[in-house]
């Protein structure tokens, strides 16, 4: 646009963006407005593919059917670009998830893209001159016997706090580091953390949990959806979040009714355990809320706005995503 302003203007952030076929516009929720919108259209993003990041921006991958298209990270609200050296999608599994070291892609900060299907990182420092790939062991999922393979764990939930990735274990809720050293590898550091016991209504309660870690005006939170039985389906039975007390007196996930006056948490869409915190007066959002959007079940599209200091339960209409070239959920 000649004036500069972005095409994504009349779309009050944040935004569940429905993915379309290359060269279409995408069709996006509002979650200020509570209104659909089919004409957030970003040139770059047409013949590329492209991932969303909790820190606002979106990684725009270079492709071997268009080679003239670089590698970089966008701002879809300014248009700011920040280049990095090509990444092909070819080489990314289809399972993967981008995640920023820090809030702003300044020199130095880490870009990490995450296979969701095995023990594998990219990595790029912003000003660095490539991409390194790297594998990690976690040693291996705990399955039923009737599974004839075994599948190698690997990271889901991940965070960039203050220059630092962390990751959070799906067993007992407990903390790690992923740190990338100028040799080639990676480590996967742990802090010592005790275990959160009461994210189910009681030990013997069994059920599905979903978890996202969110980086927050520089804090460290967990927050936990909670399904009794085995369908993630409908108003989640239980939620609860955690800040990470990274005190002398020793890290420990703290439970807090109060998620940082003026924030809101937009959670799920678009799988891998997507969470990002943004200002609620600043994106006309209710205050002290999760946005979570479903991204487990395929028969729930629903919108639930969860309130952390009284418990309550709202189930916004689901999103009119009705686009014939729209194969997935939205992000």
């Not at 089919?38 to 270079?62: A, F, K, N």
């Not at 028969?299 to 729209?326: I, K, W, Y």
Request: glycine fraction near 12%; charge should be negative; hydrophobic fraction near 35%.
């Amino acid at each position: 646009m000649a004036d500069g302003s972005s095409p994504s203007a009349a779309a009050g952030y944040p935004l569940l963006v429905q993915r379309s076929n290359a060269g279409s516009p995408a069709m996006a929720f509002s979650l200020s407005d509570g209104k659909t919108h089919d004409d957030v259209s970003l040139p770059e993003m047409h013949s590329s593919t492209y991932l969303q990041t909790p820190q606002g921006w979106v990684l725009v991958l270079s492709s071997s059917s268009a080679p003239e298209m670089s590698t970089f990270l966008l701002d879809p609200r300014d248009w700011r670009k920040v280049g990095l050296p090509p990444l092909d999608e070819s080489e990314l599994p289809t399972a993967r998830k981008c995640v920023l070291s820090d809030n702003a892609p300044d020199a130095g900060a880490g870009v990490v893209v995450l296979s969701l299907q095995g023990p594998a990182v990219w990595f790029c420092p912003v000003g660095g001159e490539r991409w390194s790939t790297y594998t990690y062991d976690m040693g291996y999922f705990s399955l039923p016997v009737e599974y004839r393979a075994p599948k190698k764990r690997h990271l889901f939930d991940v965070a960039g706090v203050g220059g630092r990735f962390y990751f959070c274990e799906d067993k007992d809720f407990s903390l790690g580091t992923l740190d990338f050293t100028g040799d080639g590898e990676v480590a996967l550091g742990a802090v010592s953390v005790p275990g959160i016991d009461d994210i189910f209504p009681s030990p013997d309660s069994s059920g599905i949990a979903a978890t996202y870690l969110v980086e927050s005006r520089g804090d460290l939170y967990l927050a936990a959806v909670v399904f009794l039985g085995f369908r993630a389906e409908g108003p989640p039975h239980k939620f609860s979040v955690y800040r990470m007390d990274f005190s002398a007196a020793g890290p420990a996930w703290r439970r807090t009714a109060d998620i940082g006056g003026d924030r809101a948490f937009v959670l799920g869409g678009g799988g891998g355990n997507f969470g990002a915190s943004c200002s609620a007066s600043g994106c006309g959002v209710r205050a002290n809320c999760l946005y979570w959007f479903n991204s487990f079940s395929p028969d729930d599209n629903n919108l639930h706005v969860l309130s952390v200091g009284d418990g309550g339960v709202e189930t916004v209409a689901p999103p009119p995503f009705e686009h014939a070239s729209c194969v997935h959920k939205p992000f």
